[in-house]
T-cell receptor, first 112, second 111 residues
């Protein structure tokens, strides 16, 4: 599976947008980009995924560059409860399942 | 729905002891996974299952065995625990979609 590179930490003011970058320059054509987050040692929580097009759901937006070598997760109005470690993962969906490889992620701190 | 549950929540073992971690899901998911997370690191896949009666090795399978006798349960066994297996263990499940649902984790300490 392709590897990803994320900044180790970021800060964001409450109410502002949080933009979390991820580089995945060796991504293959059949690999999706997934974002999960982990709040205070709880089990990871799925946020969003995409293949080529930008995606949006009730939690976040995912912007994927045209060459698919990088992406950005956007939390439009960050709250204190969004403080967590955010993981960017690339993986194919093979046979209906995927084997996720987690890196160290980005520790996002949202402050008042 | 309870989602994904894990038993026990905490456990302390002595080196050489054995134990089984239980993962249960009530969502009728086909696929189940076991991960471990060491301090300051991301999760690593130990074993996974693509259906009842099937198991496969993940990224770090050594020292662990698994069984999936029932669709809703996925068991992780440590036959002879070592201090290097001190970790937080997470179970997850998924159906034929992209999202994996994770349990709350089991904190295991091996002394």
């Amino acid at each position: 599976d392709a590897k990803t590179t994320q900044p180790p930490s970021m800060d964001c003011a409450e109410g502002r947008a949080a933009n979390l970058p991820c580089n995945h320059s060796t991504i293959s054509g059949n690999e999706y980009v997934y974002w999960y987050r982990q709040i205070h040692s709880q089990g990871p929580q799925y946020i969003i995924h995409g293949l080529k097009n930008n995606e949006t759901n009730e939690m976040a937006s995912l912007i994927i560059t045209e060459d698919r070598k990088s992406s950005t997760l956007i939390l439009p109005h960050a709250t204190l409860r969004d403080t967590a470690v955010y993981y960017c993962i690339v993986s194919p969906l093979s046979g209906g399942y995927n084997k996720l490889i987690f890196g160290a992620g980005t520790r996002l701190a949202v402050h008042p | 729905n309870a989602g994904v549950t894990q038993t026990p929540k905490f456990r302390v073992l002595k080196t050489g002891q054995s134990m089984t971690l239980l993962c249960a899901q009530d969502m009728n998911h086909e696929y189940m996974y076991w991960y471990r997370q060491d301090p300051g690191m991301g999760l690593r896949l130990i074993h996974y299952s693509v259906g009842e009666g099937t198991t496969a090795k993940g990224e770090v399978p050594d020292g662990y065995n698994v069984s999936r006798l029932k669709k809703q349960n996925f068991l992780l066994g440590l036959e002879s625990a070592a201090p290097s297996q001190t970790s937080v263990y997470f179970c997850a499940s998924s159906r034929n979609t992209h999202e994996q649902y994770f349990g709350p984790g089991t904190r295991l300490t091996v002394t």
